[in-house]
């Protein structure tokens, strides 16, 4: 059953494909976000990821539904990690199980696009010089975002 | 009327603190109280981003001292 | 390391997905195959997947490095099985690690696409009824193939 | 020439072996040999496509006794 969530512990990669597994499913597409060990010029020792839990689990739902929606009859998992990551830790990940792999892929590639877009997550780096920074990734553009962002 | 605001990441920093209460009149929208909000911090934009009940919000949506008001920071999921 | 092969035991996603991460890499874009129950209106039970399995391998490697090369800085692996397989298995296994998504979906989109395409591998169903029948799903199309397919 | 050709799933299903052999003229190419191996079986296409030395090989690819020649059916793999 399609479903998204933010969690806290780490990401089951395998569980989750078994998740969108089903016998009238012959493709299964999936995208895996990392913890990156570098931001431009900068050594990046760990991620602290921290969300607005409540609107964060509604944005990411509707976007499933979206995307199951975009792609009839796929089933699509979606889940954002929060708290502190470090380097190859994932913080994403989305699988999408449907009869073909076009709108597999599709539907996966939306998934993690909309995500960015506007799911109200942040983060922060810690640098091995031992400062932090808030990664300013996107300003929210959700299909009601306000007039001036 | 008095409404609490919350507020995260780099704006939670900003203000020093989770969350706000600002004073606006009423009848309120979104449209006005934006100007309450920004002027929580210098370090807020001009026109930042609202969420009402856990939704982004136009300016015509009207608010509520019932309602959950949230000032939303750009975001970098994923 | 970029690798692939025809393989005859069951895939281990997770360890395979392993194998594409690294620090450079934020995104990993994953392709499975799996048995389907059905084909047109038939009942599948159970699914033969036969190699040419020299000349396959060759081909996989080939479209690896060609994948490589597209999404530059990108780690490929792709594996398919072959032998019987029932439905919800999975056949066949791509997994890309690239820094960035859009080169990572785009390496993972190629790799299943030309293997669909060129890699000498056939399937023969085994349906509910008892009988059997390969499945013709495209003439070999290789960047040096026959004038007449 | 003697040369045996490696031959696939339907297409072994359809000459009841693995391989066969045919007897071709020298010097001899892809293009050449394509007949004597279409004419396997009548459930062979006019125009099998030829893979020599694990690759696909176009008309104009000599053959030699040596090499590895194979006939390939329509691929199903994914």
Same mark, same amino acid.
């Given at each position: 059953m399609s479903r998204s969530g933010i969690v806290d512990l780490p990401i089951d990669v395998s569980a989750i494909v078994g998740e969108v597994q089903?016998? =009238?499913? =012959?493709a299964i597409a999936t995208f895996l976000g990392t913890v990156r060990g570098s931001s431009g010029k900068r050594v990046v020792t760990g991620l602290e990821y921290s969300a607005y839990v409540e609107m964060a689990e509604r944005e990411m739902a509707d976007i499933v539904r979206e995307a199951a929606a975009l792609a009839s009859g796929a089933e699509v998992v979606a889940v954002h990690r929060v708290g502190n990551l470090v380097v190859g830790d994932s913080c994403v990940m989305i699988a999408v199980g449907h009869a073909h792999r076009g709108p597999a892929f599709d539907a996966c590639r939306y998934v993690i696009e909309e995500i960015k877009k506007r799911v109200p997550i942040w983060k922060r780096e810690h640098y091995a010089d031992g400062s932090t920074e808030w990664v300013n990734a996107a300003a929210p553009q959700a299909r009601a975002a306000g007039t001036s962002a | 009327m008095k409404l609490t605001v919350r507020v995260f990441a780099a704006y939670a920093d900003a203000i020093g603190s989770d969350h706000a209460v600002i004073t606006v009149a009423e009848p309120a929208t979104v449209g006005s109280i934006r100007s309450a909000i920004a002027a929580l911090? @210098? $370090? $807020? @934009?001009p026109h930042p981003v609202i969420a009402v009940n856990e939704a982004y919000a136009t300016d015509d949506v009207a608010v509520h001292s019932s309602d959950e008001i949230a000032v939303i920071p750009p975001v970098a999921g994923g």
């Open positions: 089903a016998p =009238g499913h =012959g | 911090s @210098p $370090l $807020l @934009p």
